[in-house]
Every structure is written in structure tokens, then in C-alpha cells.
């Protein structure tokens, strides 16, 4: 989209937008971000998702891997619908280097809603990887679940998605109800045969509530 596209489609944004415009998003420059307080720099980062190219994509990466946490959440869904493959190096380097928790939620959240990016075998083995482990924060655990079921909805080879299923069914049976409910998700997305059984104990057994989403488990 363009930038009459976006006011066209979110009139509520017109006002913000316009006001970024004076302030020269049509000539922004790597880090025109920086410049901009919190309000203005969150909006600026959600609009480069709606028009962005490949320098903007880079922008994010460099806000996703800097100090402004506030804004790593809205930049990586923003990198999430502009990001192309030669930013899941950037990507993967965060994840792996990164030991906070906000910030490798965001990447992971990332990886899940790529939408311009091909490489999906390794983005599934990174997803799948995070998954399992059990070291990792729960709710990150729960972001790549999530992000399995999104992205096992493609054809993949059986070395991928045998590995995948199986963290998914191991999570049912998770402590946290937060890995429990997304494993829900993903199995049931995936129609997963061999899930059914606990899919079924659950249903009869677990009324835990995870707050911010629909029903129990």
C-alpha cells in the first residue's frame, strides 16, 4: 500500500500519519526512528509495516536489536509483514545471542508471521527448537507453538514436521498452562490425529483459564 492506501484503510490513523509526514517519514533515513518520541516512533514503526521496503525492513532490525524495548514487539510485527529472507540471518543472530525475554518474544513472534520470506524449513527448525526447550521462558515456548501452527500449514518434509508434531503433542502435556493452550491451538489447527486422545482428556480434565484468550483449556 501506499501512504493514501493506509489513511484510506485506517481513517482513525490520519491525524498521526500526517503528522509523521511533517516530520519527513517521505525522506526518512535508517535511523529517522530515533529521532521520534514513544508515541510517534510506535506509530512510525506499525506504518513502515504497511508501506515499507527492504532499507525500512533493515530499520526495524536495527530497532529490534537496540535498547528501545518498547518499541521491539511493533517492530518485529511490522518485520513480520516486510521482512524478507535476507533478514532471518538478523533475525536468527537476536534469538541467539539475546537473553531477554521481551526481546526474544518479539523475534519469535516475528519468525511465526513471516509472510515475504521462502526460508520456511529453518524458520520451522528455530520455531520447533524454541519449543522444546524447556529452559525457555514459557510464553515464548507458547509464541513459537502458536507459530508452528501457523507455519505448518505448508508442505514440508517429513524430517520437519514429524519433529514439530511431537513438541506439539509433548506440550499438552505441559506444566504451563500458557504452552498447554497453544499446543491446543496448534493441534487443532494442524489436525493432528494422534493428538486427539489427550486433546479429548483435556477437554474433560483442564479448566484452567489463560487470561487474555477465549474459553478454558
Known sequence: ???QQVKNKFPEAV???K????????????NW?????????????????????????DSL???????????????????????TEQHLKSL???????SDPTQRNSVVYALSFLSNCEATQEVISTLTEVAANKTEVPFIRAQALEGIGNKLSQ????????????????????????VRFWSCFAA????????????KLLAQTDKTIVAGWWGGL
Open 92 to 98: 536468527l543472530s537476536i534469538l541467539s545471542t539475546s
Open 33 to 57: 526512528i530515533d529521532t521520534l518520541d514513544f508515541e510517534k516512533a510506535q506509530t512510525a514503526c506499525w506504518l513502515i509495516g504497511q508501506v515499507g521496503d527492504d532499507r525500512d525492513a
Open 155 to 178: 508442505e514440508l518434509p517429513k524430517n520437519l514436521y514429524q519433529p514439530a508434531v511431537s513438541v506439539i503433542i509433548q506440550g499438552l502435556d505441559d506444566a504451563d498452562a500458557e
Open 1 to 3: 500500500m501506499n501512504l
Open 188 to 199: 487443532g489447527a494442524l489436525e493432528i490425529q494422534e493428538a486427539l486422545p489427550k486433546l
Open 61 to 83: 532490525i536495527r530497532i529490534l536489536s537496540g535498547q528501545r524495548r518498547e518499541l521491539w514487539m511493533q517492530a518485529a510485527t511490522s518485520l513480520s509483514l516486510i521482512a
Open 19 to 30: 503528522t509523521l509526514e511533517s516530520l519527513g517519514f517521505a525522506s526518512r533515513s535508517g
Open 15 to 17: 491525524g498521526a500519519i
